[in-house]
C-alpha cells in the first residue's frame, strides 16, 4: 500500500470530554476488608519464613511455604481478624506486631499489590534521565525502520523528517521500534501517532476514575504512512508509550511483536511527604481503543519474542555507528568446497576463528522477526 500524503500543520493534541459518573468509591466496610487483606497477607508473607524455622509444634500442618497471597485471600474477614488476634497472642516477638510494625506491613503490602501504581520515592523526583535519540534506517532497501527514542520536541521533528525521506525512498513497510520508549508526555505520544492511525480515530483515553475525568485522544489529521507496519516492544516500553502500541494495534495492518509492555500506562502525581520523602500515585489509567485498561497487565505481543535487555542496549549503543543491518541480515558466509579440500583449508571453521568478541555475535531477533513477516507478507501479497 503507498503511503498517504504527508500533512504536516498545526495540530490540536487531543480533545477532551467527560463520560458521565464512573462508579463511586469503595464504602468503608470494603476498604477495611481489603486493608485487613494486605495487612494478613504481608504479616504472613515477613514471619512465614521465621515460622518455618521453629521446631514442629505437636500438631502436624500444612507447609508455611505455601503462597501467602493466595491463602490470605481466601480468608473471610472474621478469619483475617482472628488471624491477626492469634499472632499478637502467640508470636515469638511480639514487637513484631505492635501497632507501627502493622502500619508498616500494611503499607508495604499497599505497595506490593498496587502493581507500580504507588512508589515511595527517597527524595523529590528530577528529571535527570538522559534523553534518548531518535534513530532511522531504511532496511533491506524498502523497511523504514524507526526508533521512536524519548518522547520530546526533536525526536518528533526528527520522525517527520524520517518519515520524509522514506516516501521519497518508495519505502513500503515500516518497523516502529518502541523499545526505548519510556517518558510521561502523553501529549507527544499522541502526536507521534497521528502520524500513522487514521484521521478521525481515537487513540486513548486517560482515565481519572476518582475524579471523574476523561481525556480522549482523537486523531485530527491525515496519517503520513498506513501500510503494513511491525511495532517492536519489550518490558522497558513504558506509560505513553504503552499508549502508543495499543492505539497503534488497532490498526488493521500493524503486529505487535517482543515482549509484554511494563504495565505502567498510567499518569503519576507526586506527594511530598514531611520528612521530605516523595509518594507516587498513579492518578489516570490508559484506556485503549477497545474500551481495556492497560494498566497493570500493559500490551501483549501479536508475536512473542525474547532478547535479552544486555543484548538490547549493546545493539542499541552500537548501531548508531555500525548501523541495523549487522544485527539483522548474516553475510554470506564461506562454505567447504572442493577447492578448500585441495587447499587443505576450512572456511567455515576460519570465519568462526575471525570474530574477534561477543559483539561480533549480537544479533536482534524481535527486529529479525519483523523483518521476516514484512517479507513473507510481500510474498504471499504477490500470489
Known amino acids: 500500500m503507498r503511503p498517504a500524503p504527508n500533512a504536516f500543520g498545526a495540530e490540536e493534541t487531543g480533545s477532551k470530554g467527560s463520560f458521565g459518573a464512573q462508579t463511586g468509591s469503595l464504602c468503608s466496610a470494603r476498604m477495611r476488608m481489603k486493608i485487613g487483606i494486605i495487612v494478613a497477607g504481608t504479616l504472613i508473607g515477613s514471619i512465614a519464613s ?4 521453629q521446631a514442629p509444634g505437636p500438631s502436624a500442618g500444612p507447609s508455611a511455604s505455601a503462597e501467602p497471597k493466595v491463602t490470605v485471600d481466601s480468608l473471610a474477614p472474621a478469619e483475617m481478624e482472628e ?3 492469634t499472632l499478637k497472642s502467640n508470636f515469638v516477638d511480639p514487637n513484631a506486631l ?3 510494625e502493622i502500619d508498616r506491613a500494611t503499607l508495604q503490602g499497599l505497595l506490593t499489590r498496587l502493581h507500580g501504581g504507588a512508589m515511595l520515592l527517597p527524595g523529590k523526583a528530577t528529571n535527570a534521565e538522559s534523553p534518548v535519540p531518535f534513530y532511522s534506517e531504511v532496511l533491506g532497501n524498502h523497511i ?3 526508533r521512536i527514542g524519548s518522547l ?5 521533528g526528527a520522525l517527520d523528517k524520517a518519515l520524509s525521506d522514506f516516501a521519497a525512498k518508495k519505502i513500503d513497510a515500516m518497523v516502529i521500534d518502541l523499545r526505548a520508549t519510556s517518558s510521561n508526555d502523553f501529549n507527544l505520544a499522541a502526536e507521534m501517532a497521528k ?36 511495532v517492536l516492544l519489550d518490558g522497558e516500553t513504558s506509560g505513553p508509550a504503552e499508549a502508543m502500541a495499543a492505539a497503534l494495534k488497532a490498526h488493521d495492518q500493524v503486529l505487535l511483536i517482543g515482549q509484554p509492555s511494563a504495565g505502567r500506562a498510567v499518569e503519576y502525581s507526586d506527594f511530598p511527604l514531611t520528612s521530605g520523602k516523595v509518594l507516587r500515585v498513579a492518578v489516570a489509567e490508559v484506556i485503549g481503543p477497545n474500551g481495556l485498561s492497560l494498566f497493570p497487565d500493559g500490551v501483549k505481543p501479536d508475536l512473542p519474542v525474547e532478547l535479552s535487555l544486555a543484548q538490547k542496549h549493546q545493539i542499541f549503543s552500537q548501531s548508531a555507528q555500525r548501523g541495523l543491518t549487522n544485527f539483522v541480515f548474516e553475510a554470506e558466509r564461506p562454505h567447504f568446497n572442493e577447492a578448500a579440500l585441495i587447499a587443505g583449508t576450512n572456511p567455515e571453521i ?4 575471525q570474530r574477534r568478541g561477543p559483539e561480533d555475535s549480537l544479533h536482534d531477533s524481535v527486529l529479525q522477526r519483523a523483518v521476516d513477516v514484512i517479507t513473507s507478507l510481500a510474498i504471499f501479497q504477490k500470489h
Do not use: C
Request: overall charge positive; cysteine-free.
Open 50 to 53: 521465621g515460622i518455618s524455622a
Open 83 to 85: 488471624t491477626i488476634r
Open 98 to 100: 505492635k501497632d507501627q
Open 144 to 146: 523504514g525502520y524507526v
Open 152 to 156: 520530546s520536541p526533536d525526536n518528533l
Open 195 to 230: 502520524r500513522f492511525v487514521a484521521k478521525g480515530k481515537n487513540l486513548w483515553t486517560l482515565r481519572k476514575s476518582v475524579a471523574h475525568q476523561d481525556r480522549t485522544f482523537a486523531n485530527d489529521r491525515d496519517p503520513v504512512f498506513q501500510g503494513t507496519t511491525m
Open 350 to 353: 576460519e570465519i568462526r576463528q
